[in-house]
């Protein structure tokens, strides 16, 4: 374990004026609260938070810095508190050490809405400070790094997250080798089978290749300094076992096939030196096509700067090399951690920060800014992951702006990167001048001009196409917002013709104020609701005239109350609004309270929807000049074809005496085991509820289970409700459900 001492030795190499008082009163303080605690490997557990400073000393970070690595676990762990830490350290460090303490328990791997606000107070917490990410990235790391002494089902669940969330966001972070190092000692729990494999295959490689390698490094250098690069230095550099299995899994590759195992790095003063470097390689050896990137010129979006380019070189050996200056090999290395900008902050005397101006550091705070504009959790778990994922690729707008987006990205991302209208509006796109599929996936360099219309909305299968988070949380927004705006519609119908038959007139003002009796945010949530058949219309009258009586349920109307019968061509007996009388005889209703009704002459027929309607349902009935009225439940899925033919829509409701006895037609769903006395067992519980099988069909939808669809003749809602349930009660069914079409 680390000597107190020895860690502020450490700080002091390369910032020699260290705070020593606040390191020691640190590590003091520590070591009292965490007193006799062990971890799982029987070490004191004050060597956890000594080993997380020592990775942030090899980082470089400030005192500041490695005094909260050393106290964030006093909070969650100890008798320690906020109070008691601000009065020692000061509000700064208090701030950091109880920001990682409401991270400390993340669970990112169990149910969605719980992962997904975990990891919002992660980067909620991080953009406070990016401290709080440094410290958590280290303890994360040092956690691995002895994870060996967990069980089984944690180092399972702890690799997982590692693998979906830190490895990434080091990655976005521009932090490259603690990227590596996490994802290598997550691989190794998560698939042991294949780490093992791979590392013996490079330890092989590794052994049979030395010389060569070394050989490699001799002649590069020999080259540049040569040529007047005196300073430039050249290291060979093997890939991580993940690095190598990921490019297998990704290209279909054997581990044979693979050319570029092998790394080198040349690194030089400048970034003339750079380019004078790669003119210098390009003359000596060929370069193989199209594995040429620079991103000195157009940086990643986590700072990353490097000249890639691969060539075919001593030894006939295709060898990958990536040319860089010092500063930008530690930005490679260390990402955030290797801006001081962040370092300003003087904990002592309490002087203000100045926010880091990293790419990396302004993409985190994009991503805090679409927590306002996520509509649920797991949206935004979603767009974050889809963010911390993705290889990028650049391209312009016509006007020269630079765009990154992720690799296999289409003009749709393309459009919402620009701004969100302009995606919403997206018709067409040209690329490189030519007009070019919406699928289409954009490569680097690409100039895309997006082709709007004002009409557009987007559809709802663009979901499928686009790649980055942005893009797809956008076009869920407009596809709730063109749903809402059908089912409003109508909902604004059913409200107006409920408020009307009870002698009231509807308002949307009506509404605000009893939205919270109905359970909804806003009025327009509410008429949607409506529509939708979620919110009854009486309960919204009742809402708002909470004195109102509902006559209806217990006075039977009459035909001069303002409805009409109206009888089907089966006997079956309805009601329709008594406006709607001179409508189905001469096809047409005038005055402006009246039912636009076209098309019809004579008595119009009424029949059931395919799937049936049952007493006790919530029906609509839809004209057709053809078949009469057809009537529908309200939850049928057809009836979203005829939202935009509100002049088609007839209010309709049961008007069945006790004497009734009709049955009416109902269709279910049942997913049953498939083997001997299933369908007997099924059709016996059928027979005791006294419904009748009108027909059945059946199919296999896997190796042990069957799927039936019956056509049943009940009485009523309840009668079949009632079935429904004594169904699934039994032990061979599975899933039982009410079909609508």
């Not at 200056?325 to 203000?352: C, F, N, P, Q």
């Not at 663009?462 to 749903?483: Q, S, Y």
Request: aromatic share 6%; with cysteine; proline share 4%.
């Amino acid at each position: 374990m680390m000597r107190q001492y020895e860690l502020v030795e450490r700080v002091q190499k390369y910032k020699p004026d260290v705070n020593e008082a606040l390191l020691n009163k640190a590590y003091v303080y520590a070591m009292q609260k965490h007193g006799q605690q062990k971890r799982a490997s029987g070490d004191p557990y004050i060597s956890h938070p000594l080993e997380v400073a020592a990775i942030l000393t090899e980082m470089r970070l400030d005192e500041s810095t490695i005094a909260v690595a050393l106290l964030h676990d006093t909070i969650e762990d100890t008798t320690a508190t906020r109070q008691e830490i601000d009065d020692l350290f000061g509000e700064d460090i208090g701030a950091l050490v109880e920001g990682l303490t409401k991270i400390k328990k993340l669970d990112l791997v169990t149910k969605k809405a719980k992962q997904a606000e975990n990891l919002r107070k992660l980067l909620l917490a991080i953009s406070d400070d990016v401290r709080v990410l440094l410290v958590k990235l280290a303890d994360r790391l040092h956690n691995m790094r002895t994870l060996d002494h967990m069980s089984a089902d944690k180092r399972a669940r702890i690799s997982e997250e590692t693998m979906d969330i830190y490895a990434p966001l080091a990655g976005r972070m521009g932090m490259q080798d603690m990227r590596e190092e996490l994802e290598n000692l997550a691989f190794r729990h998560i698939n042991p089978e294949a780490f093992e494999t791979v590392t013996r295959r490079l330890q092989e490689l590794s052994e049979r290749n030395e010389g060569l390698i070394r050989k490699i490094e001799e002649e590069l250098s020999e080259l540049l300094q040569g040529e007047g690069l005196k300073d430039a230095q050249v290291k060979g550099r093997q890939k991580k076992p993940y690095s190598v299995f990921r490019k297998m899994q990704s290209k279909s590759l054997s581990f044979e096939q693979l050319s570029d195992v092998w790394g080198f790095r040349i690194i030089v003063c400048d970034i003339p030196s750079c380019y004078r470097a790669l003119g210098i390689v390009h003359t000596r050896w060929r370069v193989v096509p199209g594995r040429f990137k620079d991103y000195i010129s157009t940086p990643k979006q986590n700072d990353y700067q490097s000249i890639h380019t691969t060539i075919i070189g001593p030894s006939r050996q295709r060898i990958e090399l990536q040319i860089r200056t010092k500063r930008m090999h530690e930005i490679a290395e260390y990402g955030i951690a290797a801006h001081a900008l962040y370092k300003d902050r003087d904990t002592v005397s309490g002087d203000a920060t100045r926010s880091p101006t990293s790419n990396a550091y302004s993409w985190l705070r994009r991503t805090i800014e679409s927590l306002a504009e996520g509509d649920n959790p797991e949206e935004f778990l979603e767009h974050t992951k889809l963010e911390l994922f993705q290889d990028q690729v650049f391209c312009f707008t016509p006007k020269g702006q630079l765009i990154a987006l992720p690799r296999g990205a289409t003009p749709i991302d393309f459009a919402y990167a620009v701004h969100t209208n302009i995606g919403d509006t997206c018709v067409g796109a040209k690329i490189n001048g030519r007009i070019m599929p919406l699928v289409t996936r954009l490569n680097n360099g690409d100039e895309v001009e997006i082709i709007r219309s004002g009409i557009q909305v987007p559809p709802p299968a663009w979901e499928e196409i686009v790649v980055t988070g942005k893009a797809r949380a956008a076009i869920r927004r407009a596809t709730r917002a063109a749903v809402r705006k059908q089912y409003a519609g109508l909902g604004y119908r059913i409200l107006e013709r409920t408020f009307e038959r009870a002698g009231k007139i509807f308002s949307r003002d009506a509404l605000k104020p009893v939205l919270h009796r109905l359970g909804q945010k806003e009025v327009e949530d509410a008429i949607a609701a409506v529509g939708r058949g979620e919110l009854s219309s009486l309960d919204v009258l009742r809402a708002v005239f909470p004195d109102h009586q509902d006559e209806r349920v217990t006075v039977k109307p009459s035909a001069d109350d303002g409805w009409f019968n109206m009888r089907s061509a089966a006997g079956m007996v309805f009601k329709l609004p008594e406006r709607s009388k001179e409508a189905v005889a001469a096809g047409q209703v005038e005055g402006p309270e009246a039912l636009p009704i076209r098309g019809l002459s004579g008595n119009a027929e009424v029949h059931f929807s395919p799937a049936g309607a049952v007493p006790g349902d919530r029906i609509v009935g839809i004209m057709d000049k053809d078949k009469g009225i057809t009537i529908y439940p309200i939850q049928s899925p057809i009836l979203q074809k005829f939202d935009d033919e509100p002049e088609r829509w007839i209010d309709v409701r049961w008007d069945l005496d006790e004497a009734n006895s009709s049955r009416f037609m109902a269709r279910i769903a049942v997913s049953a085991l498939n083997e001997p006395g299933t369908l007997a067992e099924i059709a016996q519980a059928i027979a005791t509820t006294d419904v009748n099988i009108r027909s059945l069909s059946m199919g296999r939808v896997a190796a042990d289970f069957t799927e039936m669809q019956f056509d049943l003749e009940v009485w009523d809602l309840r009668q079949l409700n009632h079935l429904m349930a004594q169904l699934k009660d039994l032990p061979s069914i599975s899933l039982v459900k009410r079909l609508f079409e």
